[in-house]
């Protein structure tokens, strides 16, 4: 290390641009912060040695100095700003819509963008936020953070503890805001200290020489913010990981019990009912709207019992306890035991049972003899009615479709589209009828029944759909977030002001820095100075064309 | 007077307080002596007649509250209204803290533009989806609007900066991207002359056309040039379309979005070209002598202080605001919806320009550009992305 002592007796680090202490520009460095080329002193980092600048030999250095460059910091910004608008170019695969003509990626883009969305998926931007490369950029940004901020803060902190009141007269008379006053008589000096006193400015003295200076703490406010944005990064990380974050979607049915996903089975769900509520457009304020723009929703709501599952023998079937009676709403989500279950979708008219008529296929009026209830989520395999009626059950379809070969299948095992086979034996004990039942559908294979089986009522109810979260995570987000905040507001909201009083000959010369809002500064200035002989500085900012 | 109709005549008086307002701020040109102290009566009328048209526009913000019974943030013409007052406002603050008649002149009638075109958009009163039925609302959007609003002027003092110190004797390349910034605002100014034209004729057109799986109709305010892709005219006796939106465009309503851009650039061209005959130059050149008066330095202070200002703000509202509703709607704080990703592009953006502001060079005329493309992202996000890139967020 090559310390360099500078004429006030300050020793200095190797790099340093301007004596830490007296803030003399040091001979053979002053290219570093392009000192050379202009008048006025670059006060960024009060022209302290920072390592990036000092060395940058090894490849450690040369990483170091790589990432410690903002430059290179507002680059990858730059580089992930651009990358996340082309991320909204077309909607992220999560975002084809429902009623797309195909969901599928590989078919969606290039169907509905032609070539240029092809190319879209093909180079993987349809899911642009979650590609190794958009997280790298963020890494890097994260690194940058890092590097910059340590760069900087430390030999800073150092500078800023160590200066000294007594500048040297180039550090002064090469600040922005800079005068010269020939005749200055000590009351008047004594006069503007108790003024910039009065406007909060701490004052040091040293043989006559005075330094003012206020909001220093701001100075510290970019490490503060990047001290969060790296909780926030951290927290990103820590919520790939599933101790810490559980994303499960359950649907319910109305009057239905099930196990949670995402609890290891120890908590189950009742759906008591669920409600949809419409605004009213009779209602005065909003029938205009109503009446041009349709019925608006007002509340989606299940009511839900939450039950903790005990379970003594394994295998037996769990002893289910309430722990929790609640309604779930939009923006009002339900919690237990560290889960979230938030309020996320509906089905409506899903199918629960259907009630049939048996009625002669000749009777015009179609009177019922009889009649039967199938529920749909517990069908039985036979129906024996009063009237002598038996109907069993032959096949039973709840979500029907016919397949290509034209067989008749089930899509799901939820009876949206329920379709039945039934035997039907009349009470007379001739030849078992066959019938073929379905929604629109009443097929008798045939053709020869003396009976008709038709649909009577249906039964519907609604099937919520609930997102249950655990988010460990949340807590480090808020910290990094409100520490974010924090330094930014302290950085942005408060400025750090100098004001310096140099005693020369009869005379003085004053000098002024702050880091932001220089109009702030010179009304303090202006302020301080009011009534005496001292002159106004001049404001030399060399404004870039 | 019920309290919707009061509320609507309480906006119209605040646009035209602004508009006189405006008048006086122009009038502050005329004194040459630009001292902060000496501003001069036409200042203080000025400044007093923009907070009466504040309190004014407040007021018609407090009314429609009252009569719906949730703040009036629940849709374009709600959000981008209250978008205007919150400008109105940051305005208002900047003027105090640099006394600054000028950017008066500048920013009143730009926001006045914003208030104009939100009331192009349908302004009755609706009642709230369960979505947007929370406390989150309001302390979000309105969060969001005064960072905005403030950015807005850095945009402002950006513009300002960039009349002022452009050389316009001769054309270049930089006069000329100054002036398409210009011609963007003759855009708005066409929208909303061709849409108030039509909309007092009364003008209506339907068709018919399919969106995924389903047929939907939409009703054409201005005269079809563009046709909803697939689409059928439903109506008789209206003009017949030209040609038909191509496929690749999106979400609810493309084709009669793309119909009224369309319009848009047509009338704002005319009106431009109007006015450049008039003037006989470059708008930019035209506007250049009025800021004679103006120290480019304090423009360059204001724009910066501006996005120093209104950067944390925009940060609260639009980022961890805005992740804490989405954590209490849906369940996840961040989803990457394009609403989101545009605040975060915006985010992103301001987080750049403070960066670059730390290195020589990037003072002055640099900034000045970086502040305006920064509106022009916030813009963006209000505009295009809720019209047209379709997410949770388009709720017009």
């Not at chain 1, 989606?300 to 379970?311: F, L, P």
């Amino acid at each position: 290390m090559n310390k360099i002592k500078c004429e006030c007796g300050h020793v200095n680090p190797e790099g340093t641009v301007l004596c830490e202490a007296c803030g003399k520009p040091i001979e053979g460095n002053q290219h570093i912060d392009g000192n050379d080329k202009k008048m006025l002193l670059n006060m960024r980092y009060e022209g302290t040695a920072r390592r990036s600048q000092t060395y940058r030999k090894s490849f450690i250095d040369k990483v170091w100095s790589f990432f410690s460059s903002v430059k290179v910091g507002v680059w990858l910004i730059v580089v992930a700003l651009v990358a996340s608008m082309i991320g909204t170019l077309f909607p992220q695969s999560q975002f084809i819509p429902a009623n797309a003509t195909s969901r599928d990626p590989a078919i969606y883009y290039e169907d509905q963008f032609g070539l240029i969305g092809k190319i879209y998926y093909q180079l993987g931007f349809h899911e642009m936020y979650d590609s190794w490369w958009y997280l790298v950029l963020l890494g890097l940004i994260g690194v940058s953070l890092v590097i910059c901020s340590l760069d900087r803060f430390i030999p800073l902190y150092k500078a800023l503890r160590i200066q000294k009141p007594k500048r040297h007269e180039t550090f002064l008379n090469r600040q922005r805001f800079y005068s010269e006053t020939e005749k200055v008589s000590q009351e008047e000096i004594e006069q503007v200290k108790a003024k910039l006193k009065k406007q909060r400015y701490k004052i040091t003295e040293e043989n006559g020489h005075i330094l003012a200076e206020k909001g220093r703490f701001s100075r510290w406010g970019p490490y503060v913010n990047h001290i969060g944005l790296i909780i926030i990064l951290l927290a990103a990380i820590l919520r790939t990981t599933p101790i810490m974050f559980t994303d499960e979607y359950v649907w319910v049915r109305e009057g239905e019990t099930i196990v949670i996903p995402g609890t290891k089975g120890e908590y189950y769900i009742e759906n008591e009912q669920f409600l949809l509520e419409m605004h009213d457009p009779d209602d005065d304020r909003f029938r205009d709207a109503i009446a041009s723009g349709g019925m608006v929703a007002s509340n989606y709501q299940t009511d839900v019992v939450i039950y903790k599952a005990k379970q003594d023998i394994p295998g037996a079937e769990p002893e289910l306890e309430p722990i929790l009676d609640d309604s779930i709403q939009m923006n009002k989500p339900a919690k237990f035991d560290g889960y979230t279950l938030y309020q996320s979708g509906y089905q409506q008219n899903e199918f629960r049972s259907m009630t049939f008529k048996i009625h002669e296929t000749n009777d015009e009026e179609a009177t019922a003899i009889d009649s039967f209830t199938i529920d749909l989520f517990n069908p039985e395999s036979e129906y024996i009615l009063d009237s002598g009626f038996r109907v069993v059950l032959d096949q039973y379809y709840p979500d029907y479709y016919l397949t290509d070969e034209g067989v008749p299948a089930s899509e799901t095992n939820y009876p949206r589209n329920p379709a039945f086979v039934v035997v039907v034996y009349p009470p007379d004990a001739s030849e078992p009828e066959v019938s073929f039942l379905g929604i629109g559908r009443n097929i008798d294979a045939t053709g020869e029944n003396d009976y008709k089986v038709a649909i009577q009522d249906f039964d519907t109810h609604y099937v919520s759909g609930l997102t249950l979260r655990v988010d460990r995570t949340l807590i480090f987000f808020g910290i990094g977030a409100a520490i974010f905040m924090i330094g930014v507001i302290q950085g942005m909201y408060w400025q750090h002001r100098r004001v310096w009083i140099h005693p020369k000959a009869d005379g003085v010369l004053l000098a002024g820095h702050t880091n932001k809002n220089w109009f702030g500064l010179s009304k303090d200035i202006e302020k301080a100075i009011e009534q005496t002989n001292i002159k106004m500085v001049e404001d030399r900012q060399e404004l870039d064309k | 007077m019920d309290l919707v109709s009061l509320s609507g005549n309480l906006l119209y008086a605040a646009f035209i307080l602004y508009l006189i307002a405006t008048l006086f701020f122009g009038a502050t040109i005329r004194q040459k002596d630009s001292k902060v102290k000496k501003k001069g009566i036409s200042g203080n009328i000025a400044i007093t007649i923009t907070i009466l048209g504040f309190l004014s526009h407040f007021g018609y913000f407090i009314t429609r509250w009252m009569s719906s019974g949730h703040a009036p943030l629940g849709n374009m013409f709600e959000f981008v209204t209250f978008l205007g007052m919150a400008m109105i406002l940051a305005f208002i603050i900047i003027y105090f803290m640099y006394r600054l008649s000028f950017l008066g002149l500048f920013a009143l009638p730009i926001a006045m533009l914003i208030i104009a075109y939100a009331s192009m958009f349908p302004s009755e009163v609706a009642p709230l989806v369960p979505s947007l039925n929370s406390h989150w609302l309001y302390i979000h959007v309105s969060t969001v609007a005064i960072g905005q609003g403030i950015l807005f002027i850095s945009f402002v003092a950006g513009l300002m900066y960039l009349i002022k110190e452009i050389d316009q004797s001769k054309r270049t390349s930089k006069n000329t991207w100054l002036e398409v910034i210009l011609y963007t605002a003759f855009l708005f100014i066409g929208f909303i002359v061709i849409t108030t034209v039509f909309n007092i004729m009364g003008y209506k057109a339907t068709f018919e056309y399919q969106e995924g799986t389903q047929m939907v109709t939409t009703e054409y305010h201005l005269p079809a040039i563009a046709a909803p892709n697939n689409g059928v005219l439903i109506t008789e006796e209206v003009m017949e379309p030209w040609f038909e939106a191509p496929t690749w465009m999106q979400g609810a309503d493309a084709g009669r979005k793309f119909n009224t851009v369309i319009w848009s650039v047509f009338s704002g061209t005319i009106i431009y070209l109007l006015t450049v005959l008039i003037l006989r130059k470059r708008v930019g050149a035209a506007l250049q002598p009025l800021l004679r008066n103006v120290k480019a330095d304090l423009l360059d202070e204001i724009m910066y202080r501006a996005v120093a200002i209104g950067f944390p703000i925009f940060t609260l509202g639009g980022l961890i605001f805005a992740a804490i509703w989405a954590q209490i709607a849906w369940g996840r704080f961040w989803g990457w919806d394009p609403k989101e990703v545009w605040a975060l592009i915006t985010w992103f953006f301001y987080a750049a320009f403070l960066h670059l502001r730390l290195s020589r060079g990037w003072h002055g005329e640099k900034s000045g550009w970086l502040a305006v493309v920064g509106f022009g992202i916030i813009m963006f996000n209000l505009i295009v992305v809720n019209l047209v890139l379709a997410g949770l967020h388009s709720y017009a």
